[in-house]
């Protein structure tokens, strides 16, 4: 009952959310409890609809972006049955190896295995070299098309209190950050609250 009374006061003032939201996990977080992946995901849908619900304007959250870092980007995941089962709460976009799937209904959701930006970053420009770009035509815009990932998460949070890792080092780069000392399965809805709080009481300026 408290706890359910501490959720509803930290929801009374937020008005404001990320449309896109992008979570950095470790493998091993994700092996700990595979199952935590449909409670962050419910949690968001959650709050997102109490938030629209305030105001019928606000878009909510549109996009959920999971980035799995791994030691063994090339072995296929135990967990993998538990994203599949995903299928019925999201369309989910899976990249993993040389991999790239999508099923399912419902808010997007990107995961990511093991993707490095560099390595992405690197690809796009190999690929511009193989389509024969000119020097000259090289611009930031024509980069962003050869990317593999077009998301621009508005928010960033990164689990487990250990440093980032380099996944969307490009298009995250006006995104707010927010670290959370806890792992990843132990992240409760109010914690996501909380983060979302933070979020709205920033005042971004998009590298001004």
């Avoid at 593999?148 to 995250?172: E, M, N, R």
């Amino acid at each position: 009952m408290i706890y359910q009374f501490y959720e509803w006061h930290l929801l009374r003032n937020l008005d404001s959310i990320p449309q896109v939201i992008c979570f950095m996990i470790s493998d091993a977080e994700m092996e700990n409890d595979p199952k935590h992946i449909r409670h962050i995901i419910s949690w968001c849908l959650e709050i997102s609809e109490k938030v629209r619900r305030k105001d019928p304007q606000n878009i909510g959250i549109s996009e959920i972006i999971i980035h799995i870092s791994t030691q063994r980007p090339y072995t296929k995941p135990q967990y993998l049955s538990y994203i599949y089962e995903l299928s019925d709460l999201a369309t989910v976009h899976l990249h993993y190896d040389d991999t790239s799937e999508t099923f399912g209904t419902g808010i997007s959701v990107t995961i990511a295995i093991g993707k490095s930006g560099r390595e992405e970053i690197s690809d796009a420009i190999q690929s511009m070299a193989d389509n024969n770009v000119a020097p000259e035509d090289v611009t930031t815009d024509v980069l962003e098309k050869y990317l593999t990932f077009s998301h621009t998460p508005d928010c960033v949070i990164k689990t487990g209190g250990a440093h980032l890792v380099d996944f969307l080092i490009w298009q995250s780069v006006y995104s707010e950050l927010f670290f959370l000392d806890l792992n990843w399965e132990k992240i409760r809805k109010i914690d996501l609250i909380r983060a979302f709080r933070d979020y709205q009481s920033r005042n971004r300026r998009f590298g001004a």
